[in-house]
């Protein structure tokens, strides 16, 4: 049986990534520290730690007890926008934090260190992205995701740590933080809904993203290590069919069975279009048709409307106020 530590595993994507690892037949350790994850979203059968990857004394301690053979690493706060104003609080979780896993993996012999990197890293280049464009990330969160491929790729080359990386992109779907008014259009529009509030967009509505429906990006995350031909290798994943902001308005809200209440707000700093090619990602693992936005939205709507709205929480430690958007 192998043993994997899934980072974040309480999280979105990672609780998701635990539950196909354990169908493979994994034992699973989920570390989290709950800021933005929920221990009633991690599957049964998993082994709970509740922690953070900045604690590097912790890591040992884990590392030292399960001798892991795979590490997941989903952990990272992932608001990108909001990155430009908790710098230091970016780079201490999504860097530093990755870097002490690094050196546990390095130090214990990992076969493969699987990250959850971002398309964040490529920042404002042509379209569609690919994985041999040269990345020049434009906020503190794709920085962040960037250097901790660049120290993977160091990590081979000097230790032989086998890794692969996966670029997801405006994923969504069952057990999302609906309640972070930071990230995740998706479920915030679907929060807004369910507390009758208007939906807030940022400029006109026609900036554009391929919106990725959680299966089409946990499976081949949790499947990677099965396949030592990805090893050592970095994949663009998600859907491949943009839509607009004021396209992915109207579905929600026909889920919801509502009129559209829009709250049009000052534009933010952001890429105006951002999807990527996935021809690598589905020559590696199949060419298996990503799940189509309104099943994908359906889904979704059926299950947040069995958890119920939340509460949005303000992030408390801005570090920074200079040019923070409306209504954060």
């Given at each position: 049986?192998?043993n994997?530590?899934?980072?974040?595993?309480?999280?979105?994507?990672?609780?998701?990534?635990?539950?196909?690892?354990?169908?493979?037949?994994?034992?699973?350790?989920?570390?989290?520290?709950?800021?933005?994850?929920?221990?009633?979203?991690?599957?049964s059968?998993?082994?709970?730690?509740?922690?953070s990857?900045?604690?590097?004394?912790?890591?040992?301690?884990?590392?030292?007890?399960?001798?892991?053979?795979?590490?997941?690493?989903?952990?990272?706060?992932?608001?990108?926008?909001?990155?430009?104003?908790?710098?230091?609080?970016?780079?201490?979780?999504n860097?530093?934090?990755?870097v002490?896993?690094?050196?546990?993996?390095?130090?214990?012999?990992?076969?493969?260190?699987?990250?959850?990197?971002?398309?964040?890293?490529?920042?404002?280049?042509?379209?569609?992205?690919?994985e041999d464009?040269?990345?020049?990330p434009?906020?503190?969160?794709?920085?962040?995701?960037?250097?901790?491929?660049?120290?993977?790729?160091?990590?081979?080359?000097?230790?032989?740590?086998?890794?692969?990386?996966?670029?997801?992109?405006?994923?969504?779907?069952?057990?999302?933080?609906?309640?972070?008014?930071?990230?995740?259009?998706?479920?915030?529009?679907?929060?807004?809904?369910?507390?009758?509030?208007?939906?807030?967009?940022?400029?006109?509505?026609?900036?554009?993203?391929?919106?990725?429906?959680?299966?089409?990006?946990?499976?081949?995350?949790?499947?990677?290590?099965?396949?030592?031909?990805?090893?050592?290798?970095?994949?663009?994943?998600?859907?491949?069919?943009?839509?607009?902001?004021?396209?992915?308005?109207?579905?929600?809200?026909?889920h919801?069975?509502?009129?559209?209440?829009?709250?049009?707000?000052?534009?933010?700093k952001?890429?105006?279009?951002?999807?990527?090619?996935?021809?690598?990602?589905?020559?590696?693992?199949?060419?298996?048709?990503?799940?189509?936005?309104?099943?994908?939205?359906?889904?979704?709507?059926?299950?947040?409307?069995?958890?119920?709205?939340?509460?949005?929480?303000?992030?408390?430690?801005?570090?920074?106020?200079?040019?923070?958007?409306?209504?954060?």
């Amino acid at each position: 049986m192998a043993n994997s530590l899934v980072t974040g595993g309480a999280g979105f994507i990672g609780s998701h990534v635990t539950k196909h690892c354990l169908n493979m037949g994994h034992q699973v350790v989920v570390l989290d520290d709950l800021s933005g994850g929920f221990e009633d979203h991690i599957p049964s059968g998993a082994i709970f730690v509740k922690g953070s990857i900045t604690d590097h004394v912790l890591l040992k301690e884990l590392f030292d007890k399960y001798q892991f053979d795979y590490v997941y690493h989903l952990a990272a706060y992932a608001a990108e926008g909001l990155s430009h104003f908790i710098r230091r609080f970016n780079y201490t979780n999504n860097l530093i934090g990755s870097v002490n896993l690094i050196n546990e993996s390095v130090k214990n012999k990992v076969k493969c260190f699987v990250f959850t990197s971002s398309i964040a890293v490529y920042g404002p280049g042509q379209l569609p992205m690919t994985e041999d464009m040269t990345p020049t990330p434009e906020d503190p969160y794709g920085v962040a995701k960037y250097s901790v491929e660049l120290d993977l790729k160091a990590a081979h080359e000097m230790f032989g740590l086998n890794y692969t990386i996966f670029r997801p992109h405006n994923v969504y779907g069952e057990n999302q933080n609906i309640g972070d008014k930071y990230r995740n259009v998706i479920g915030i529009f679907m929060n807004q809904i369910m507390q009758n509030k208007p939906l807030t967009v940022f400029g006109d509505g026609e900036q554009t993203r391929a919106f990725s429906y959680i299966d089409d990006v946990a499976i081949p995350i949790s499947d990677c290590v099965n396949r030592p031909n990805t090893y050592n290798e970095v994949f663009n994943i998600g859907a491949d069919k943009p839509y607009t902001v004021n396209e992915l308005v109207k579905v929600v809200c026909e889920h919801f069975e509502v009129e559209p209440n829009v709250n049009y707000l000052q534009a933010r700093k952001e890429v105006v279009h951002a999807y990527s090619d996935h021809s690598k990602a589905h020559k590696f693992f199949g060419t298996d048709s990503a799940v189509d936005l309104h099943a994908g939205i359906g889904k979704m709507v059926e299950w947040a409307k069995a958890v119920g709205s939340r509460k949005s929480k303000e992030f408390e430690n801005i570090e920074i106020r200079e040019n923070l958007p409306e209504g954060w």
